[in-house]
């Protein structure tokens, strides 16, 4: 669930507004993940042209991993913990930097920053790991100067959703549950294999494509169609698929294709009216999503059911 309030932020952690005031450089929050209605992961987009910046002071000290995940390369990253000068070099893209706040992390950058900041609580790696009945994840690790080629195609994605206003806010939560198994798994060493859900009851199936039938325009997230499937989020993204063969993001994008079909077929509707209709925000996402599905856009497509005799 995306939370908006700035006063909210402030009180949850080191990310957003907070961490680019502390970084002194421009940054969008993109992802607030609610996980057992409390935050589990948050990313900030961090961009900065300068190419000299001062030390910054310590990060404050709390119960949670800062990932940084550099999406460009960096002339030099130079760190403390504690107070005591860690590391210092050149980064290369789609390199990490993992780091428990409780170590009060400072940071000097030089050259061009771009990079995207996860915040990731202690407690939601612990309530991850019960979902699963393994041990709680103790520590995140990732070897340094090693790109993690996994995290930089769902950043990728991450920027891409995020950036469109009408984005389908189930695809945001997918990617943030993906995000958070592949923390777990490959920094955390969280073992899921052995612990894969199977697939739906039939009474979960059916509510949960009811619930995304009925609210095909509004901002729908996995939290809510999990809850009504007494299922946590991650729980029920995996067992979705077992069941339908396709992520959730994915039936509700087919379920509004195939709304804005009739409303094209009936010739009475505006584009940009079809768009709000079947939940696509506004025309331009309504053009691409559609295009990606059948090849046409809906002008063409419209155009050709028109003309079938």
Sequence with gaps: MLMKSSTTKEKLGFFGPRVSEHFGMPGRS???FQLDGELGLAATHLSCERRFRDRTGPAPCEDAFLILHQLDELECRSCWLGGHH?????????????????DT???????????????????????????????????LRWEAGVPDRILGGLSDALIQAAAVASSNQLLIDQ?????????????????????????????????????????LA??????????????????????????????????LTQLRIGEAKKHLAA????????????GFGDQSHFTRVF???????????????????
């Design 218 to 251: 509004s901002a729908l997230t996995i939290a809510q169609v999990a809850s009504e499937c007494r299922l946590t989020p991650s729980h029920f993204a995996r067992a979705f698929r077992r069941s339908v063969g396709v992520a959730p993001h994915r039936y």
């Design 86 to 102: 860690h590391s210092s070099g050149r980064v290369e893209a789609k390199e990490v930097d993992v780091l428990d706040l409780r």
């Design 291 to 309: 295009r990606q599905f059948t090849g046409v856009s809906p002008g063409a497509w419209r155009r050709q059911v028109g003309n079938s005799p």
């Design 30 to 32: 993109i992802i607030e």
């Design 175 to 215: 990617l943030a549950i993906s995000l958070l198994t592949h923390f777990a798994e490959a920094y955390g060493g969280l073992d899921t294999a052995a612990t894969q859900p199977g697939r739906l009851a039939a009474w979960q199936e059916r509510r949960a494509k009811e619930i995304m039938t009925m609210r």
């Design 267 to 278: 010739q009475h509707s505006s584009l940009s009216d079809i768009a709000l209709i079947c």
């Design 105 to 139: 992390p400072q940071w000097q950058f030089r050259g061009r920053f771009e990079a995207l900041q996860f915040y990731i609580p202690f407690r939601a790696l612990s309530a991850f790991a019960d979902q699963y009945g393994s041990r709680p994840i103790s520590t």
